[in-house]
């Protein structure tokens, strides 16, 4: 096996441990390792769908600020022909929750998904994936 370092913010590595303590894994490499699967499972698709079209759910939550508004406005703004569909609630005063629905190719969706992911913020965030069909209306 490969033996790798990465640093993680105290409170998110505390946040882990608890989990992965809870849920049974015998210790941290096990969890982190059922998570790269889990990462792996989520985000790719088989080459062959590099040229689909697809339909992504993405949903994430995130503590409201005026930087990360801003920053999905502009996402949304510069992706309005691919985000089919946007809903934002808010689950406390200062967190809220987004779904965005994309229609495009994979790899506009996969830009998109990744912007989003990689805003400073974002507290989590899933994707789920459908291949659409040529009876698939745009």
Same mark, same amino acid.
């Given at each position: 096996?490969? &033996?790798?370092?990465?640093?993680?913010?105290?409170?998110?590595?505390?946040?882990?441990? %608890?989990?992965?303590?809870?849920?049974? !894994?015998?210790?941290?490499?096990?969890?982190?390792?059922?998570?790269?699967?889990?990462?792996?499972?989520? !985000?790719?698709?088989?080459?062959?769908?590099?040229?689909?079209?697809?339909?992504? /759910? &993405?949903?994430?939550?995130?503590?409201?600020?005026?930087?990360?508004?801003?920053?999905?406005?502009? /996402?949304?703004?510069? !992706?309005?022909?691919?985000?089919?569909?946007?809903?934002?609630?808010?689950?406390?005063?200062?967190?809220?929750?987004?779904?965005?629905?994309?229609?495009?190719?994979? %790899? %506009?969706?996969?830009? /998109?998904?990744?912007?989003?992911?990689?805003?400073?913020?974002?507290?989590?965030?899933?994707?789920?994936?459908?291949?659409?069909?040529?009876?698939?209306?745009?």
């Amino acid at each position: 096996m490969t &033996v790798i370092s990465l640093s993680v913010e105290s409170n998110l590595l505390n946040r882990f441990d %608890q989990v992965w303590e809870v849920e049974g !894994y015998h210790n941290r490499s096990e969890a982190v390792r059922s998570a790269m699967r889990d990462f792996i499972h989520t !985000y790719e698709l088989p080459d062959p769908m590099t040229d689909k079209r697809i339909e992504r /759910i &993405v949903v994430f939550s995130f503590h409201d600020s005026k930087h990360i508004r801003s920053k999905l406005g502009t /996402i949304q703004h510069d !992706y309005q022909h691919i985000i089919a569909e946007n809903l934002h609630r808010h689950i406390f005063e200062d967190v809220c929750f987004q779904m965005l629905t994309l229609r495009g190719l994979k %790899q %506009q969706t996969d830009e /998109i998904a990744g912007i989003i992911r990689a805003i400073r913020g974002i507290e989590s965030f899933h994707t789920f994936s459908v291949v659409l069909g040529p009876h698939d209306h745009e």
